[in-house]
């Protein structure tokens, strides 16, 4: 059956492809190339000095965003989730402050920081900091009472049962929040190379564009696509193997 459904969805994407390549040898627009030569400019483009130059700047400014809202988030999200006073305390500003869309601090940035890697690495934290921050509090409200019993009867101190307890069972919620501001992540490093960069993909794009370089401007969006693509399926298999305790024990219950 798996092997049927995969079949099935490579071939879909074999007959969309074949129907573009077709569609744009008809209609011969310059707006939308054949796939074969946008398969040409890729090649020609990302297997080169090219990857390096553009590419591989906007990875490392999206990782060390992400790396920031992910300690930050987890971190302060589990230690709110863990202590009541404190969540209802703080969560009428948390829920105001992340309903503000990331893309609306760009401008806040450029205008305290520059447009220099700074103000991308902190407007990507930014993004990314919400989902995590949110799903980390609800991972942690959601700890079985039980648990904390337990833990009590033990004799744990309050540092000890939020390492212990608290946060081993709000890991769930944490990766749910974690893959979420992954995604926000790099969307987030695109649109600031658009406003104010000199190099990265949201740059390459955008400047492909303006100069009629279609087949490049194709080519840097399918990079992005195959990019996200091997980074969720990444994230995937890490939260498959930390979290396959919990995964079984799901199964077990169904």
Not at 89 to 99: E, M, N, S
Not at 101 to 125: E, R
Not at 208 to 216: K, L
């Amino acid at each position: 059956m798996k092997v049927r459904r995969t079949a099935l969805g490579i071939a879909t994407v074999v007959v969309l492809l074949a129907a573009w390549e077709l569609s744009a040898r008809l209609n011969k627009t310059v707006y939308v190339p054949p796939v074969t030569a946008i398969a040409a400019t890729f090649v020609h483009e990302w297997f080169s000095a090219q990857f390096r130059d553009q590419a591989l700047p906007s990875l490392l400014r999206m990782f060390a965003g992400y790396a920031i809202a992910s300690t930050c988030g987890v971190a302060v999200g589990v230690v709110i989730g863990a202590y009541r006073p404190l969540y209802r305390l703080v969560d009428p500003v948390l829920q105001f402050l992340r309903a503000i869309p990331p893309t609306a601090i760009i401008p806040v940035g450029i205008l305290l920081i520059g447009i220099g890697d700074t103000m991308k690495i902190l407007v990507i934290a930014f993004g990314a900091f919400w989902p995590i921050l949110v799903n980390s509090v609800d991972g942690a409200r959601s700890v079985p009472q039980e648990r904390l019993d337990t833990a009590r009867i033990f004799g744990l101190s309050r540092s000890s049962t939020l390492l212990t307890v608290i946060f081993p069972s709000a890991l769930p919620g944490v990766f749910a929040g974690l893959r979420t501001g992954l995604s926000i992540a790099f969307i987030m490093i695109v649109v600031s190379e658009m406003i104010g960069s000199t190099n990265g993909l949201g740059y390459y794009i955008l400047q492909a564009q303006r100069t009629f370089a279609i087949p490049e401007m194709y080519g840097g969006i399918v990079l992005l696509a195959i990019l996200g693509y091997c980074l969720n399926a990444g994230f995937v298999a890490v939260e498959h193997r930390i979290l396959a305790w919990h995964h079984g024990q799901s199964a077990r219950t169904v």
